[in-house]
Each structure stands twice: as structure tokens, then as C-alpha cells.
């Protein structure tokens, strides 16, 4: 039976009773944003809170998704429920997500649930829909939840400030560890892996992270009394993955007897608060700079009569001298 004829609150009382088609509906909604998104949003918001929101970030070609596949399993081995948000590059041609990522993970158990969205360009290879589609399979009784991101570069350390847990992979032989230090992953990352530890250099690349975590415990971490592990993985043969899902249990543990996972999850409710309201702010300013009032601010800009700077704050502050 098709569900498009069902409301918003139809859908969500059926994903509420672990209907997957109707969780499937509930993302495309949430991915398209507007005023039936928001509606499944506030019917949502209050289900699922205490689901563990994992985030797995690194560079591409890290083997993400084949340890995504082989986590998922074991979560799913556990009795666990594991649901993925696989944020896909966004294709050219149709803003839609390349499904790359559901391709590679296509061995995993049909129990998980396994989502590709498109970036469509959003800063940090983060949609804005993301947060709101992790809220949505929690809802469903998904934990953990976990969001696995294209691997962008310095960007990446958006994803987590959507996670409770942030888990950074990196691979021998690619200089992975020294650029996850150049990109401030090294200060947000919970746990680490070596994948394709069966490479020559993972011992490297593990003595490497070594060596930086060694200095950021002198420049100060936001837990300093929690020094992340390091695993060594080999995704393709399945070895190791057990220790990552220790790892991740563990962390969230952690957080949960320092009461710091509150504080985690204070600021995923700030960095969604944010993202929202600086895209309502970017369509407000599209919108502003197609009229009269600012073509005449950029002639007098041109003209030299004004600076870029006061055009650009009497946009955002009109009342502004």
C-alpha cells in the first residue's frame, strides 16, 4: 500500500511502530526541509533521545564504509539496532546522493537501516537534514545511529558537533594521521583507527598518532582525563572491528558516569540551532540582494561613496548609521 496518501502524523505513528517504509517516507521529508520537515521534527523530538549518535569521519579512500558495514554487523550480533546516515558527495547532474556508500555496505545485515543524503553543497559534508534524519530513526528505536561523512578534509570536524561519539580513521602510508592533525581532528577525535592495518606502515601511522596525542595533552584537550585509544583494523578480513565497538561502548560509558554526554548533546541542540538559522539567514540575504535598495548599495560601493563592510552590515543590521 503506498503511504503518500498518509499524514505526518500517520507516518510517524507507524514508524513509531517500527514501519521501515514509513521511516523511509519520514527521511525523504526531512531531506526535502520545509514546513512538513519541521512537522515531523516536532512530532519526533521528544522519541529516541537516549540513542548513541556515532560519527565516523577521515579521509577518502579510508575504507570507511567497509568498517561501517562490518560495525553495523557486529552492533546488529549484539542486539543492537544500528541504523546508518551515509552522507554521500552530491551528484551534479541531480543534487541527489551518488549511493556510493549503500553499494559498498550492501553486505550488511537487513536488520540496520541504511540511509544515503546528498551533501548539496553544505559547509562540513554535513546536510542539513542530517541531524534532523538521526532524529528520526532514533525515534524508530534505531541505537546506535551512526553518520558517516564523505571525508572532506578540514571540514570534517562538523561531524562532531553531531555525534556523541566521534570516531577518525586514518591509513597507513597516506599521511592520514599528520593531516588529521592539520584538520583539528586530533582534538575532537574520541577514538582512533588504523584501517588496513595489515599494510606496511600501520605501525607508523599508529606511533605517529602516538606522538601528537602525547603534545595535545600539553596544549589541552576537551577531556583531559581521557586519552582516545587506538585500534588497529583490517575492515576487509573483519579484524578488529570488536575492539571499535568496545571502544565506542566504552566512550559512551564515559560519558555517561561524567555526566559530560548532557554536554555533548547541549551542543548538538546549538550547532543545529546554528545551521538552521544561518540558512534562513543565507535565503534572507538571496532574497535581499535581488532588490533596488541593494543594487544601489553596490553602485555606491563601486563608486567608492561606501565600503563593502557598512553595505554588508546594514544588510544583516538595517537600522545601522
Do not use: C
Amino acid at each position: 500500500m503506498s503511504l503518500r496518501h498518509l499524514s505526518i502524523d500517520e507516518l510517524v505513528d507507524r514508524a513509531l511502530g517500527g514501519d521501515r517504509r514509513a521511516v523511509g517516507r519520514l527521511l525523504s521529508i526531512v531531506e526535502r526541509g520545509g514546513a512538513e520537515a519541521e512537522q515531523v521534527e516536532t512530532r519526533t523530538h521528544a522519541h529516541g533521545t537516549d540513542a548513541h549518535v556515532i560519527g565516523i569521519t577521515g579521509a577518502p579512500g579510508a575504507g570507511k564504509s567497509t568498517m561501517v558495514a562490518r560495525l553495523v554487523a557486529a552492533f546488529t550480533a549484539a542486539s543492537r539496532g544500528p541504523a546508518v546516515v551515509a552522507v554521500d558527495p552530491s551528484s551534479p547532474l541531480t543534487g541527489g546522493a551518488i549511493l556510493g556508500d549503500r553499494v559498498r555496505m550492501a553486505e550488511v545485515d537487513t536488520s540496520a537501516f541504511i540511509r544515503s543524503v546528498a551533501t548539496r553543497g553544505h559547509s562540513g559534508g554535513l546536510a542539513l537534514s542530517v541531524p534532523g534524519s538521526a532524529r528520526v530513526l532514533a525515534a524508530a528505536g534505531f541505537d546506535p545511529v551512526i553518520i558517516e561523512t564523505v571525508g572532506v578534509g578540514q571540514v570534517e570536524v562538523d561531524v562532531t558537533a553531531a555525534a556523541d561519539t566521534t570516531v577518525v580513521v586514518v591509513t597507513p602510508g597516506m599521511g592520514d594521521a599528520v593531516q588529521a592533525n592539520k584538520a583539528g581532528l586530533l582534538e575532537v577525535a574520541d577514538i582512533f583507527v588504523v584501517n588496513k592495518a595489515d599494510l606496511p606502515g600501520a605501525s607508523d601511522a599508529r606511533r605517529d598518532l602516538e606522538l601528537m596525542l602525547e603534545l595535545s595533552h600539553v596544549t589541552g584537550q576537551e577531556d583531559a582525563s581521557r586519552r582516545p585509544p587506538i585500534v588497529m583494523v583490517d575492515s576487509l578480513a573483519g579484524e578488529g572491528i570488536d575492539a571499535v565497538r568496545g571502544a565506542i561502548d566504552e566512550h559512551h560509558d564515559h560519558l555517561v558516569t561524567t555526566d559530560r554526554l548532557v554536554e555533548r548533546r547541549r551542543r548538538r541542540a546549538r550547532y543545529e540551532m546554528r545551521s538552521r538559522a544561518a540558512l534562513a539567514f543565507e535565503r534572507h540575504l538571496d532574497d535581499q540582494l535581488h532588490t533596488s535598495e541593494v543594487a544601489a548599495m553596490v553602485e555606491d560601493v563601486l563608486a567608492g561613496s561606501e565600503t563593502p563592510s557598512s553595505a554588508a552590515r546594514r544588510l544583516w543590521q538595517p537600522d545601522a548609521s
